[in-house]
T-cell receptor, first 118, second 117 residues
Framework: NAGVMQNPRHLVRRRGQEARLRCSPV?????VYWYRQLPEEGLKFMVY????????ESGMPKERFSAEFPKEGPSILRIQQVVRGDSAAYFC????????????????FGDGTRLSIL | AQTVTQSQPEMSVQEAETVTLSCTYD???????LFWYKQPPSRQMILVIR??????QNATENRFSVNFQKAAKSFSLKISDSQLGDAAMYFC??????????????FGKGTKLSVKP
């Protein structure tokens, strides 16, 4: 019974390169949430996706960042032309649906991807 | 907009003693959920305990319990019989299935808990 799986665990990129972070939700979950944690801070919401749809991207920077959750395969968070300020831990959570009820809340996280920019 | 405030950046407790971590939140919703997460040095986010706002009974998970005061919008975490492995950052989080946040977790800034042997 696998939980949320994220890879890679650690990713090192040079300034100007692209970073791709992957998140496989809990089996059967169709909603994915991405969060970013800067050093010494709590997690901040970035984007909420359903299969093939972006529901809420209000927390995602307008430039260089994009996210997708295709019909098949994991959700991808893509950061183009990375800068030092993108260094952070990126976490993913999933939920079975977006209705009420405690069990439908995206409360279980993957282990995160630690992105370091040289 | 909903906010979560943790007013204690750092706390310390003696092994086997009890410690309480504070959390307050602001919301206009009546139905919502509250969580406490533990983040050890490995940086994983581990769910410790959760509370549904419409349930008056305080949630309990082994040595962890909460004091949920809905009218005061307070959600404190009590750790009893503290163990060395409890040392970590603790984050309080809020979400509601309604309104703008719709399932998005809103986190406090965290409290760093140290456990002295």
């Amino acid at each position: 019974n696998a939980g949320v799986m994220q890879n890679p665990r650690h990713l090192v990129r040079r300034r100007g390169q692209e970073a791709r972070l992957r998140c496989s939700p809990v089996k059967g979950h169709s909603h994915v949430y991405w969060y970013r944690q800067l050093p010494e801070e709590g997690l901040k919401f970035m984007v909420y996706l359903q299969k093939e749809n972006i529901i809420d991207e209000s927390g995602m920077p307008k430039e260089r960042f994009s996210a997708e959750f295709p019909k098949e395969g994991p959700s991808i968070l893509r950061i183009q032309q990375v800068v030092r300020g993108d260094s952070a831990a990126y976490f993913c959570a999933s939920s079975p649906r977006d209705t009420g009820g405690l069990r439908n809340q995206p409360q279980h996280f993957g282990d995160g991807t630690r992105l370091s920019i040289l | 907009a909903q906010t979560v405030t943790q007013s204690q950046p750092e706390m310390s407790v003696q092994e086997a003693e009890t410690v309480t971590l504070s959390c307050t939140y602001d919301t206009s919703e009546s139905d919502y959920y509250l969580f406490w997460y533990k983040q050890p040095p490995s940086r994983q986010m581990i769910l410790v305990i959760r509370q549904e706002a419409y349930k008056q009974q305080n949630a309990t998970e082994n040595r962890f319990s909460v004091n949920f005061q809905k009218a005061a919008k307070s959600f404190s975490l009590k750790i009893s019989d503290s163990q060395l492995g409890d040392a970590a950052m603790y984050f309080c989080a809020y979400t509601s299935p309604y309104g703008g946040s719709q399932g998005n977790l809103i986190f406090g800034k965290g409290t760093k808990l140290s456990v002295k042997p």
